[in-house]
């Protein structure tokens, strides 16, 4: 009986490789490894089905979806001011970028220009979650390698910006932050000193993990070389972001198609030359850096004037006059409600996410909600190329390859 | 050479004819034109390889569903970045729901493989010559394809959710 069963399930395996191309080497003795859906070393959900001979990977068939919660369906059903919610549940490691990315593209579509203060505050927020994005990313590696210690201390700086968040809009992870128009507050008083303080105190902390990773032999011979891929390889993946500058091309969103007043300020774009895991240490690094000169000139130089745009029929209005005006109990109602139809067009507006070109291309047939919303999500376009990238490597190798793409299972499957 | 919507749509019309290439527009700042299926694999093809052209980096593609439409019912959205010369480029097809056959980019770019399964897995669309065209998203056992607009989102049974109540 327990012959049988055993001969059984060989079939069904080789039935699986079969299905998808996997070639069967009788002489070399392969092994079929599960990596995933839940490996604690895969920080997300992805399932590779892995074709090792001995250490190394001869094949891998990457599936996805395992937390597919149909965000382009459920936006074709809601009025524009919900769908923010949603964006936050892509990159949830920087949601507030998604967040407003999402607000610049119905602002787009609706024709709002938006007052400078707004889009400074906005800048700050968007690098402060840059920030955490990285940190998250470059220290998770450093844990994936063997240094638990670095991921703790900088933990702790994330925690830093989630209780400026939570100042700003009163949450931390799933921000929903800002509104269609501007922000839904003014920055507090509290919220400028926690700024300031971060500003003041980060950069020692920051300094201090590069000092312990940088030029670390243990982590460079971990990470030097793994996981490479070509600049061309990488444009024909299509990767935006850190992955492809580490390979070399210069292309980031601020600075190519500026938004929000990015074009007010000095930054650098580093660039790798290799692509590997290590030169994509280096490019996040770096940008933390550039990230923190943009915020110190949004704050010091964040102009007077109004936090949002003034489009009543979109922003919803102070809560106080909502019981005392009559204008601002309609339009509060009509905004609540999901009355207000937003006019006919088509626009595409993408910000530089935490891992690259994020991108919402937005069709509106003049109704309550949009026609169709699709989302440009970077994860989910790179991380096809982590086949190709791993093939020929160690499984060790292929854990710090997916750890320093920086793979966000909610962007990926969205 | 400066990209601009003349220039380009010049250069694509004198190149693949006005029969081919209809309806350009500029909805939001994005060169928005038509074409038929068998020109888009030339097309896509012409704008990576062209010299002055350069537009190189397939940046998103998506399906759109316009239901009562005949003919323009389904729509395959394109859209191409020049990364040289920091130019957009948007191409649609369109085709009836009962013939969504495609030809697949995944000679042309590595990344129109999974954008290509997500659209079928959405949609319905077939890529031919794609080489694993399967769903990417939904489960395997999934009978139809969920983002065409004769499937509702919410549960069309239930009783305790009034349409009325919710502006719907």
């Given at each position: 009986?327990?012959?049988?069963?055993?001969?059984?399930?060989?079939?069904?395996?080789?039935?699986?490789?079969?299905?998808?191309g996997?070639?069967?080497?009788?002489?070399?003795?392969?092994?079929?490894?599960?990596?995933?859906?839940?490996?604690p070393?895969?920080?997300?959900?992805?399932?590779?089905?892995?074709?090792?001979d001995?250490?190394?990977?001869?094949?891998?068939?990457?599936?996805?979806?395992?937390?597919?919660?149909?965000?382009?369906?459920?936006?074709?059903?809601?009025?524009f001011?919900?769908?923010?919610?949603?964006?936050?549940?892509?990159?949830?490691?920087?949601?507030?970028?998604?967040n407003?990315?999402?607000?610049?593209?119905?602002?787009?579509?609706?024709?709002?220009?938006?007052?400078?203060?707004?889009?400074?505050?906005?800048?700050?927020?968007?690098?402060?979650?840059?920030?955490?994005?990285?940190?998250?990313?470059?220290?998770?590696?450093?844990?994936?390698?063997?240094?638990?210690?670095?991921?703790?201390?900088?933990?702790?700086?994330?925690?830093?910006?989630?209780?400026?968040?939570?100042?700003?809009?009163?949450?931390?992870?799933?921000?929903?932050?800002?509104?269609?128009?501007?922000?839904?507050?003014?920055?507090?008083?509290?919220?400028?000193?926690?700024?300031?303080?971060?500003?003041?105190?980060?950069?020692?902390?920051?300094?201090?993990f590069?000092?312990?990773?940088?030029?670390?032999?243990?982590?460079?011979?971990?990470?030097?070389?793994?996981?490479?891929?070509?600049?061309?390889?990488?444009?024909?993946?299509?990767?935006?972001?850190?992955?492809?500058?580490?390979?070399?091309?210069?292309?980031?969103?601020?600075?190519?198609?500026?938004?929000?007043?990015?074009?007010?300020?000095?930054?650098?774009?580093?660039?790798?030359?290799?692509?590997?895991?290590?030169?994509?240490?280096?490019?996040?690094?770096?940008?933390?850096?550039?990230?923190?000169?943009?915020?110190?000139?949004?704050?010091?130089?964040?102009?007077?004037?109004?936090?949002?745009?003034?489009?009543?029929?979109?922003?919803?209005?102070?809560?106080?006059?909502?019981?005392?005006?009559?204008?601002?109990?309609?339009?509060?109602?009509?905004?609540?409600?999901?009355?207000?139809?937003?006019?006919?067009?088509?626009?595409?507006?993408?910000?530089?996410?935490?891992?690259?070109?994020?991108?919402?291309?937005?069709?509106?047939?003049?109704?309550?909600?949009?026609?169709?919303?699709?989302?440009?999500?970077?994860?989910?376009?790179?991380?096809?190329?982590?086949?190709?990238m791993?093939?020929?490597?160690?499984?060790?190798?292929?854990?710090?390859?997916?750890?320093?793409?920086?793979?966000?299972?909610?962007e990926?499957?969205? | 050479?400066?990209?601009?919507?003349?220039?380009?749509?010049?250069?694509?019309?004198?190149?693949?004819g006005?029969?081919?290439?209809?309806?350009?527009?500029?909805?939001?700042?994005?060169?928005?034109?038509?074409?038929?299926?068998?020109?888009?694999?030339?097309?896509?093809?012409?704008?990576?390889?062209?010299?002055?052209?350069?537009?190189?980096?397939?940046?998103?593609?998506?399906?759109?569903?316009?239901?009562?439409?005949?003919?323009?019912?389904?729509?395959l959205?394109?859209?191409?970045?020049?990364?040289?010369?920091?130019?957009?480029?948007?191409?649609?097809?369109?085709?009836?729901?009962?013939?969504p056959?495609?030809?697949?980019?995944?000679?042309?770019y590595?990344?129109?493989?999974?954008?290509?399964?997500?659209?079928?897995?959405?949609?319905?669309?077939?890529?031919?010559?794609h080489?694993?065209?399967?769903?990417?998203?939904?489960?395997?056992?999934?009978?139809?394809?969920?983002?065409?607009?004769?499937?509702?989102?919410?549960d069309?049974?239930?009783?305790?959710?009034?349409?009325?109540?919710?502006?719907?």
């Open positions: 009986m327990a012959t049988e069963n055993k001969t059984a399930e060989l079939t069904e395996l080789e039935q699986f490789r079969k299905e998808h996997l070639a069967i080497h009788e002489e070399r003795q392969l092994t079929t490894l599960n990596l995933g859906p839940t490996h070393a895969t920080h997300g959900i992805f399932q590779n089905i892995l074709q090792m001995g250490e190394i990977i001869v094949d891998a068939v990457p599936t996805i979806g395992y937390i597919h919660r149909a965000f382009e369906k459920i936006a074709e059903r809601r009025p001011y919900q769908i923010t919610p949603l964006t936050d549940r892509m990159n949830y490691c920087s949601a507030p970028i998604n407003m990315g999402y607000h610049m593209t119905v602002e787009k579509l609706l024709g709002i220009t938006v007052p400078k203060r707004a889009q400074y505050i906005r800048v700050i927020m968007m690098e402060l979650a840059r920030i955490s994005d990285h940190l998250i990313c470059n220290s998770i590696l450093g844990v994936d390698s063997g240094a638990f210690t670095g991921f703790l201390y900088v933990m702790q700086e994330r925690e830093h910006i989630y209780d400026i968040y939570e100042e700003v809009c009163g949450a931390r992870l799933t921000t929903n932050m800002g509104r269609i128009g501007g922000m839904e507050r003014d920055l507090s008083p509290k919220a400028l000193h926690m700024i300031d303080e971060f500003l003041k105190r980060f950069p020692k902390v920051w300094a201090e590069e000092k312990m990773m940088t030029r670390n032999r243990i982590f460079m011979d971990r990470t030097t070389g793994v996981g490479a891929i070509s600049a061309e390889r990488a444009l024909s993946y299509g990767f935006t972001g850190p992955n492809l500058r580490a390979a070399g091309v210069d292309y980031d969103v601020r600075v190519m198609n500026p938004y929000s007043s990015y074009e007010d300020f000095e930054f650098e774009i580093p660039v790798g030359s290799k692509g590997d895991t290590y030169d994509r240490f280096l490019v996040r690094n770096e940008e933390v850096w550039q990230s923190l000169k943009i915020i110190e000139q949004a704050y010091k130089n964040l102009p007077e004037g109004s936090y949002h745009a003034d489009a009543p029929h979109y922003y919803l209005p102070p809560k106080q006059a909502v019981y005392t005006s009559m204008e601002a109990l309609i339009y509060h109602f009509k905004i609540v409600m999901g009355e207000t139809d937003a006019p006919v067009g088509e626009v595409y507006h993408s910000v530089e996410g935490g891992n690259g070109e994020l991108g919402f291309y937005l069709i509106s047939d003049g109704g309550r909600t949009p026609y169709r919303l699709h989302f440009r999500r970077p994860c989910f376009i790179y991380y096809q190329a982590y086949t190709e791993i093939k020929g490597g160690q499984l060790a190798d292929a854990i710090l390859t997916l750890s320093s793409l920086n793979v966000i299972a909610g990926l499957d969205a | 050479m400066e990209l601009t919507h003349e220039n380009v749509l010049g250069k694509i019309i004198s190149t693949f006005e029969e081919n290439i209809w309806d350009a527009f500029n909805p939001d700042g994005i060169l928005t034109i038509t074409t038929n299926r068998e020109t888009i694999h030339d097309l896509i093809k012409y704008l990576r390889d062209d010299k002055e052209l350069q537009i190189s980096f397939l940046t998103t593609m998506c399906g759109i569903h316009f239901p009562g439409q005949g003919d323009k019912e389904l729509c959205m394109y859209q191409l970045h020049s990364l040289r010369h920091n130019y957009r480029i948007r191409i649609k097809v369109f085709m009836p729901a009962s013939d056959v495609m030809p697949t980019m995944t000679d042309l590595a990344t129109a493989n999974w954008m290509e399964r997500e659209a079928f897995d959405f949609y319905g669309f077939k890529f031919t010559g080489p694993n065209l399967t769903r990417i998203l939904n489960i395997e056992e999934m009978e139809y394809h969920p983002m065409l607009k004769q499937y509702p989102l919410e069309q049974t239930r009783e305790d959710k009034i349409n009325t109540y919710f502006g719907r």
